[in-house]
């Protein structure tokens, strides 16, 4: 069970937008930045997003993360099908003095 | 251009201590606010992180790990090294060396990842 709560899988249409969720608590999303990870199978996680909404030089401005409260989202507009990945959402959370991270979303490109 | 790479044993027997090197290249461990964490994943399950050295040698670990965790580092050989005491089958998967680059709001983050190192724990 992890910290972090998001939906195991998401899936959408090419050229479509969706948007990932990871919903948290007051000691972890609710008072710390949120980082988002893309994984492809047998790769290392890659930043995706930091500061709840900065992107590493590189990273397509296809994607963009928020955060309200204690919840953050990922969102992809104009999917591709390379966007098919697992993504990790993580916060640092003051109760636990952890790193902790989400369960991870599958994304499929349908 | 920064580069990490683990390497260690790919199998331990239960009980036994898992010791892996993650050596490095790009960047210099006595830079301020640098650090090298480790994080792991099971097979088809979440990223899980486990600890986190800076270059003066401040130390931070997951706190359900703690008692069985130790990170040194070499700034000499630029290497970090992660011992994990009795392991169990539950601890078998991948271990990731990643490094966390300065951050002014102190924030634990990491932008350059290693290509993990797989590890199985059976007798």
């Known amino acids: 069970q992890s910290v972090l709560t998001q939906p195991p899988s998401a899936s959408g249409s090419p050229g479509h937008s969706i948007t990932i969720s990871c919903s948290g608590s007051s000691s972890n999303i609710g008072s710390n930045f949120v980082y988002w990870y893309q994984q492809f199978p047998g790769t290392a996680p890659k930043l995706l997003i930091y500061r709840n909404n900065q992107r590493p030089s590189g990273v397509p401005d296809r994607f963009s993360g928020s955060k309200s409260g204690t919840s953050a989202s990922l969102a992809i507009s104009g999917l591709r099908s390379e966007d098919e990945a697992d993504y990790h959402c993580?916060?640092?959370?003051?109760?636990?003095?952890?790193?902790?991270f989400g369960g991870g979303t599958k994304l499929t490109v349908l | 251009q920064i580069t990490l790479k683990e390497s260690g044993p790919t199998l331990v027997k239960p009980t036994q201590t898992l010791t892996l090197t993650c050596t490095f290249s790009?960047?210099?461990?006595?830079?301020?606010?640098?650090?090298v964490g480790w994080i792991r994943q099971p097979p088809g399950k979440a990223l899980e992180w486990l600890a986190l050295?800076?270059?003066?040698?401040?130390?931070r670990y997951s706190p359900s790990l703690q008692s069985r965790l130790t990170v040194t580092r070499d700034t000499s050989k630029n290497q970090v090294v992660l011992t994990m005491t009795n392991m169990d089958p539950v601890d078998a998967g991948t271990y990731f060396c990643?490094?966390?680059?300065?951050?002014?709001?102190?924030?634990?983050?990491?932008?350059?990842w290693g290509q993990g190192a797989l590890v199985a724990v059976s007798s």
């Open positions: 050295i800076y270059g003066n040698d401040l130390k």
């Open positions: 790009g960047f210099s461990l006595a830079t301020s606010g640098v650090g």
């Open positions: 993580t916060a640092w959370d003051d109760s636990l003095s952890s790193a902790v």
């Open positions: 990643a490094h966390r680059p300065y951050d002014p709001f102190g924030s634990m983050y990491f932008d350059y």
